[in-house]
């Protein structure tokens, strides 16, 4: 039996990262040559944590090095996000995602980083409820309405309106 070349049935899908509601496309595959930049760095610092003494400027991705690994990560999609108005923690929050994928090959780790990121969602605004329809049933378990307070203080000891008098 003979192996068919891998190019005529391997797919490599894109990772597709949701921010403001639109859907960006990045490439799911880097070059061996990024792909073994990376295994490295990340070998050196789980080493690191791990207490193994490392040297310090091998745990750092610089110049032509990580200029070529963060553009195989974003292609031609970082541009398109600056030309969107994203900001540098959008950005950040991508190249974490990414980095975190290609470097362990798992999605469901490059999905853990990206929710990271979320930290504490600020309560919608009143618009925002209002937009979302209307919830069916109770929530709080309780079958009907709770009946309104009464608006008027009652007294045991009669006053004189209460009397006729």
Do not use: C
Request: without cysteine.
């Amino acid at each position: 039996m003979a192996f068919r070349d891998l190019d005529d049935f391997l797919v490599v899908k894109p990772i597709d990262l949701p921010i403001r509601g639109k859907v960006y496309h990045f490439p799911g595959a880097i070059s061996a040559a990024s792909g073994l930049r990376l295994e490295r760095f990340t070998a050196l610092t789980r080493l690191q944590g791990e207490g193994e003494d490392v040297d310090s400027d091998e745990l750092v991705l610089i110049g032509d090095d990580a200029d070529a690994l963060e553009a195989e990560m974003f292609g031609p999609v970082k541009e398109e996000m600056i030309a969107d108005g994203l900001t540098t923690a959008h950005i950040s929050a991508v190249l974490d995602t990414l980095m975190a994928y290609h470097a362990t090959g798992s999605l469901d780790v490059a999905e853990r980083v990206w929710e990271d990121h979320a930290g504490e969602s600020p309560a919608p605004n009143r618009a925002a409820r209002r937009k979302r329809p209307a919830a069916r049933g109770s929530r709080s378990g309780s079958t009907g309405r709770k009946p309104k307070p009464a608006t008027k203080a009652v007294s045991a000891t009669p006053t004189s309106s209460d009397t006729g008098s």
